[in-house]
C-alpha cells in the first residue's frame, strides 16, 4: 500500500500534452487506493464476530447467489414451509442448518419457518451461533419460538399436552414431534419437513399429500395439506383415542397410517395412491434410501448414478437417528457428500472450513 501512495505524485509530472491521460489515471489510482484501504478495514472489523447475528454484509460471505422468483412468473401457492426443533436446543448441526437452506433455495418465494422451543423464554434476540446466523442471511427464513400451549389450542391435542406425566414416557420427545407437525397442518396447512431432510425441488405442487417409507408404511416427515383439512383432523383425534406412547412410532407412521387405511377403506397402501383428495406418494419420491440401507448415504456413488437414483425425487431423508453418528468425509464423492454440496452450499462451505 505505502509503495501505491508513493506513485500518486509523479502521476502530475506527466508533459502537458498528456495532461488527460494523467488525470484519467490518477483518477482510477485514486478509487483503487480508496477501495482498498476500506476493505482492508472492513476486514479487521469483522475479525472474531464471524457469526455475531448477520447485517447485510455479513450476510454475504455466506450465500453465493440465492435465487430469486420468476420475475413476471406466477406467485408462489399459499402456505409456508416448516420445520420444527420439540427439544431445548438452539444450536442447530449440519444437517439441520442443510434442512433448512436446501428448503430456503429450493422456495424462494415461500416464508420458510423454523419453530425452536429453545426459543420460547421470551428473549428478544437470537443466539449467537454460526448456524442461526447462517440461516437469518435468507430473507425467507423466519426463526420463531415454538409456544406448545398456543399450537395445541383449540385441537384435540391441548388435553393431552396437559398431562404432565407423558413428559416422562420414553419416546416423548418424538411423540411430541408427531403432535406438533399434524397440529400446525391442520391449523395453517402448508409443508412440514423434518430436519433431517436434504430438498432437492419445490414441493409447492403438492398438496394434500404424504409419502409411502416402505411397502406397508406411511410416514409424516413430509406432509403438504391445506389448512384445516378433514384428514388432518381425523389424525389428531386418533392420536389422542389411540394413544401411546411407549411403542415407537405409534403416534407418528402407524397413526397416519391407520388414518390413511381409514380414510380410504383399504387394507394396504399402494405405491401413488389417491383418494378422497388425499395421496400417498411412492417411496421414491421422499424415501429413495430406505431405513435398512440408510449406509448408502455414506458410499461413493457417480454422478450419473446419483441423478438416476434421484430422478423422481423431490427430498432426500437421511434417517439421522441411525446416520448421526457416522464420520462424513465431506470433500469426497459419497452420496451425502455430494447432496451437502449441491442443495446446501452454505452450510457445505462451513463444513469444509471445520473439518
Excluded at 393431552?160 to 420427545?173: D, G, I, N, R
Aim: glycine share 6%; hydrophobic share 40%.
Amino acid at each position: 500500500l505505502p509503495r501505491m501512495s508513493s506513485c500518486l505524485p509523479n502521476l502530475a509530472t506527466v508533459v502537458p500534452s498528456h495532461r488527460l491521460r494523467a488525470l484519467f489515471i490518477l483518477t482510477i489510482s485514486f478509487v483503487f487506493f480508496a477501495a482498498v484501504m476500506f476493505y482492508w478495514r472492513t476486514g479487521e472489523d469483522a475479525e472474531g464476530q464471524l457469526y455475531s447475528l448477520p447485517t447485510q454484509s455479513k450476510s454475504a460471505q455466506f450465500l453465493p447467489s440465492p435465487p430469486s422468483a420468476i420475475p413476471g412468473g406466477p406467485p408462489p401457492p399459499p402456505g409456508d414451509v416448516f420445520f420444527v426443533e420439540t427439544s431445548e436446543r438452539t444450536n442447530p448441526s449440519y444437517l439441520f442448518t442443510c434442512s433448512v437452506e436446501s428448503a430456503a433455495r429450493t422456495h424462494p418465494g415461500t416464508r420458510v419457518m423454523v419453530l425452536m422451543k429453545g426459543l420460547a423464554n421470551g428473549n428478544a434476540s437470537l443466539p449467537n451461533h454460526w448456524a442461526l446466523s447462517l440461516l437469518s442471511c435468507f430473507p425467507n427464513v423466519e426463526i420463531q419460538p415454538l409456544d406448545l400451549p398456543e399450537l395445541f389450542s383449540g385441537t384435540p391435542l391441548a388435553k393431552w399436552y396437559s398431562q404432565s406425566e407423558h413428559q416422562k414416557e420414553p419416546y416423548f420427545l418424538p411423540v411430541l414431534s408427531d403432535a406438533c407437525r399434524i397440529a400446525i397442518m391442520w391449523k395453517f396447512g402448508g409443508i412440514y419437513l423434518d430436519t433431517d431432510f436434504i430438498v432437492l425441488r419445490n414441493l409447492k405442487n403438492l398438496t394434500n399429500a404424504l409419502g409411502i417409507e416402505s411397502k406397508y408404511l406411511l410416514n409424516g416427515a413430509f406432509l403438504s395439506f391445506k389448512p384445516k383439512h378433514e384428514f388432518m383432523e381425523l389424525c389428531m383425534q386418533d392420536f389422542v383415542d389411540n394413544y401411546n406412547g411407549l411403542i415407537w412410532g405409534h403416534q407418528g407412521p402407524q397413526l397416519l397410517t391407520r388414518v390413511f387405511k381409514k380414510w380410504c377403506s383399504i387394507t394396504s397402501v399402494q405405491n401413488n395412491m389417491s383418494c378422497k383428495g388425499v395421496r400417498a406418494l411412492s417411496p421414491e419420491a421422499f424415501y429413495p434410501i430406505c431405513w435398512e440401507n440408510w449406509k448408502k448415504l455414506f458410499d461413493t456413488i457417480s454422478s450419473s448414478e446419483l441423478h438416476k437414483l434421484l430422478e423422481n425425487t423431490y427430498a432426500v431423508h437421511v434417517w439421522n437417528k441411525l446416520s448421526h453418528g457416522t464420520r462424513l468425509e465431506i470433500t469426497s464423492q459419497a452420496l451425502l457428500a455430494q447432496l451437502y454440496s449441491q442443495f446446501c452450499p452454505a452450510t457445505y462451505a462451513k463444513m469444509k472450513k471445520d473439518s
